[in-house]
Protein backbone atom coordinates (compact mmCIF):
# COMPACT_ATOMS: atom_id res chain seq x y z
CA UNK A 1 0.00 0.00 0.00
CA UNK A 2 1.52 3.24 -1.09
CA UNK A 3 2.23 6.51 1.41
CA UNK A 4 -0.74 8.05 -0.03
CA UNK A 5 -3.26 5.78 1.17
CA UNK A 6 -1.85 5.79 4.11
CA UNK A 7 -2.31 9.65 4.46
CA UNK A 8 -5.47 9.46 2.61
CA UNK A 9 -6.84 6.99 4.81
CA UNK A 10 -8.23 9.16 8.18
CA UNK A 11 -9.82 11.89 5.69
CA UNK A 12 -11.78 8.85 4.17
CA UNK A 13 -12.40 7.49 7.41
CA UNK A 14 -14.08 10.90 9.05
CA UNK A 15 -16.03 11.52 5.84
CA UNK A 16 -17.49 7.52 5.91
CA UNK A 17 -17.90 9.03 9.78
CA UNK A 18 -19.86 11.92 9.21
CA UNK A 19 -22.17 10.67 6.60
CA UNK A 20 -23.11 7.35 7.38
CA UNK A 21 -25.92 8.43 9.84
CA UNK A 22 -26.91 11.01 6.98
CA UNK A 23 -28.22 8.93 4.02
CA UNK A 24 -25.59 11.44 2.34
CA UNK A 25 -22.30 9.29 0.80
CA UNK A 26 -23.50 8.99 -2.70
CA UNK A 27 -23.79 13.01 -2.43
CA UNK A 28 -20.01 12.82 -1.55
CA UNK A 29 -19.10 10.14 -3.49
CA UNK A 30 -20.49 12.66 -6.58
CA UNK A 31 -18.59 15.45 -5.59
CA UNK A 32 -14.92 13.72 -4.52
CA UNK A 33 -15.98 12.37 -8.47
CA UNK A 34 -16.14 15.31 -9.55
CA UNK A 35 -12.91 17.02 -7.51
CA UNK A 36 -10.64 14.17 -8.63
CA UNK A 37 -11.49 15.43 -12.10
CA UNK A 38 -10.35 19.12 -11.36
CA UNK A 39 -7.25 18.35 -8.62
CA UNK A 40 -5.61 15.88 -11.10
CA UNK A 41 -5.07 18.36 -14.03
CA UNK A 42 -1.75 20.09 -13.83
CA UNK A 43 -3.40 24.06 -14.01
CA UNK A 44 -5.09 23.31 -11.15
CA UNK A 45 -2.36 22.01 -8.99
CA UNK A 46 -0.04 24.86 -10.12
CA UNK A 47 -2.56 27.10 -9.61
CA UNK A 48 -2.97 25.53 -6.13
CA UNK A 49 0.73 25.18 -5.39
CA UNK A 50 1.09 29.23 -5.36
CA UNK A 51 1.46 30.82 -2.22
CA UNK A 52 -0.57 33.74 -3.18
CA UNK A 53 -3.55 32.32 -3.63
CA UNK A 54 -5.68 32.04 -0.49
CA UNK A 55 -7.80 28.88 0.26
CA UNK A 56 -11.12 31.14 0.07
CA UNK A 57 -10.33 31.39 -3.84
CA UNK A 58 -9.59 28.37 -4.41
CA UNK A 59 -12.64 27.04 -2.96
CA UNK A 60 -14.95 29.04 -4.56
CA UNK A 61 -12.90 28.41 -7.65
CA UNK A 62 -13.90 24.95 -7.31
CA UNK A 63 -17.26 25.40 -5.98
CA UNK A 64 -17.63 27.22 -9.72
CA UNK A 65 -16.02 24.09 -11.75
CA UNK A 66 -18.14 21.39 -10.20
CA UNK A 67 -21.12 23.80 -10.72
CA UNK A 68 -22.65 23.46 -7.92
CA UNK A 69 -23.36 25.23 -4.26
CA UNK A 70 -20.88 23.44 -1.98
CA UNK A 71 -22.48 22.51 1.38
CA UNK A 72 -21.04 23.77 4.71
CA UNK A 73 -18.96 20.49 5.35
CA UNK A 74 -17.78 20.13 1.86
CA UNK A 75 -16.41 23.97 1.84
CA UNK A 76 -14.87 22.45 5.50
CA UNK A 77 -13.60 19.53 3.92
CA UNK A 78 -11.68 21.71 1.18
CA UNK A 79 -10.50 23.59 2.94
CA UNK A 80 -8.95 21.21 5.21
CA UNK A 81 -7.56 19.39 2.39
CA UNK A 82 -5.93 22.72 0.89
CA UNK A 83 -4.43 23.53 4.36
CA UNK A 84 -2.84 20.56 4.67
CA UNK A 85 -1.62 20.28 0.97
CA UNK A 86 -3.65 16.96 0.78
CA UNK A 87 -5.78 18.00 -1.89
CA UNK A 88 -3.04 15.92 -4.38
CA UNK A 89 -4.51 13.03 -2.75
CA UNK A 90 -8.51 13.20 -3.40
CA UNK A 91 -8.58 10.02 -5.65
CA UNK A 92 -7.26 8.08 -3.07
CA UNK A 93 -9.74 9.53 -0.45
CA UNK A 94 -12.32 8.49 -2.90
CA UNK A 95 -11.37 4.87 -3.18
CA UNK A 96 -10.79 4.38 0.33
CA UNK A 97 -14.34 5.97 1.52
CA UNK A 98 -16.13 4.17 -1.70
CA UNK A 99 -14.57 1.01 -0.31
CA UNK A 100 -15.73 2.02 3.39
CA UNK A 101 -19.39 2.82 2.01
CA UNK A 102 -19.49 -0.70 0.00
CA UNK A 103 -18.04 -2.51 3.33
CA UNK A 104 -21.13 -0.96 5.21
CA UNK A 105 -23.28 -2.26 2.88
CA UNK A 106 -21.99 -6.07 2.99
CA UNK A 107 -19.55 -5.37 0.29
CA UNK A 108 -15.59 -5.71 -0.20
CA UNK A 109 -13.41 -4.50 -3.21
CA UNK A 110 -10.78 -6.99 -3.79
CA UNK A 111 -8.00 -6.31 -5.97
CA UNK A 112 -6.57 -9.24 -7.60
CA UNK A 113 -3.11 -8.99 -9.41
CA UNK A 114 -2.73 -12.12 -11.50
CA UNK A 115 0.30 -12.98 -14.15
CA UNK A 116 -2.17 -14.35 -16.30
CA UNK A 117 -5.79 -13.64 -17.79
CA UNK A 118 -8.10 -15.64 -15.04
CA UNK A 119 -11.08 -17.52 -16.66
CA UNK A 120 -14.83 -16.77 -15.30
CA UNK A 121 -14.48 -19.89 -13.76
CA UNK A 122 -10.96 -19.12 -11.75
CA UNK A 123 -12.69 -15.84 -11.13
CA UNK A 124 -15.61 -17.38 -9.45
CA UNK A 125 -14.00 -19.60 -7.43
CA UNK A 126 -11.74 -17.02 -6.07
CA UNK A 127 -14.25 -14.06 -5.79
CA UNK A 128 -16.63 -17.40 -3.92
CA UNK A 129 -13.74 -18.44 -1.44
CA UNK A 130 -12.92 -14.50 -0.84
CA UNK A 131 -16.40 -14.35 0.31
CA UNK A 132 -16.67 -17.41 2.90
CA UNK A 133 -13.14 -15.92 4.62
CA UNK A 134 -14.10 -12.13 4.69
CA UNK A 135 -18.02 -13.11 4.89
CA UNK A 136 -18.99 -10.58 2.84
CA UNK A 137 -19.80 -10.55 -1.09
CA UNK A 138 -16.90 -9.63 -2.89
CA UNK A 139 -16.12 -8.01 -6.12
CA UNK A 140 -13.31 -8.90 -8.09
CA UNK A 141 -11.05 -6.02 -9.87
CA UNK A 142 -8.64 -8.12 -11.75
CA UNK A 143 -5.44 -6.65 -13.28
CA UNK A 144 -2.68 -8.44 -15.24
CA UNK A 145 0.76 -7.87 -13.76
CA UNK A 146 3.45 -8.45 -16.14
CA UNK A 147 6.20 -8.51 -13.30
CA UNK A 148 4.52 -11.71 -11.68
CA UNK A 149 5.86 -14.74 -12.88
CA UNK A 150 2.64 -16.86 -11.82
CA UNK A 151 -0.13 -16.91 -9.46
CA UNK A 152 -2.12 -14.09 -7.69
CA UNK A 153 -1.53 -11.30 -5.10
CA UNK A 154 -4.99 -10.48 -3.33
CA UNK A 155 -5.20 -7.03 -1.69
CA UNK A 156 -8.70 -6.65 0.59
CA UNK A 157 -8.33 -3.60 2.30
CA UNK A 158 -5.03 -3.12 4.38
CA UNK A 159 -4.41 -7.30 4.19
CA UNK A 160 -2.53 -8.65 1.34
CA UNK A 161 -2.52 -12.22 0.43
CA UNK A 162 0.32 -13.70 -1.70
CA UNK A 163 -0.12 -16.60 -3.91
CA UNK A 164 2.12 -15.57 -6.39
CA UNK A 165 5.28 -17.52 -7.39
CA UNK A 166 7.64 -15.40 -5.69
CA UNK A 167 5.19 -14.98 -2.78
CA UNK A 168 5.45 -18.82 -2.44
CA UNK A 169 9.31 -18.84 -2.75
CA UNK A 170 10.25 -16.37 -0.53
CA UNK A 171 8.21 -17.85 2.32
CA UNK A 172 9.89 -21.13 1.91
CA UNK A 173 13.33 -19.42 1.60
CA UNK A 174 12.15 -17.70 5.08
CA UNK A 175 10.96 -21.21 6.30
CA UNK A 176 14.52 -22.79 5.89
CA UNK A 177 16.46 -19.89 7.47
Given amino acids: MSESYTI ?3 YANAL ?24 ETREFLTFVDNPKVENGVIVDLISDLVQVDLSTAQRNFLNLLIEN ?12 FS ?20 NE ?26 GLVGG ?12 SAQGRLEAFARSLA
Avoid: H, Y
Fill in 99 to 118: ARCEEERGFLSVEVRSAFPL
Fill in 152 to 163: VVVRVNDEVIDF
Fill in 85 to 96: KRIKIVRQIKEL
Fill in 16 to 39: FELTKDKNESQDWLDFLGALCEIA
Fill in 8 to 10: ARP
Fill in 121 to 146: DEKNNLQQKLSDKFGKKCSLNVEIAK
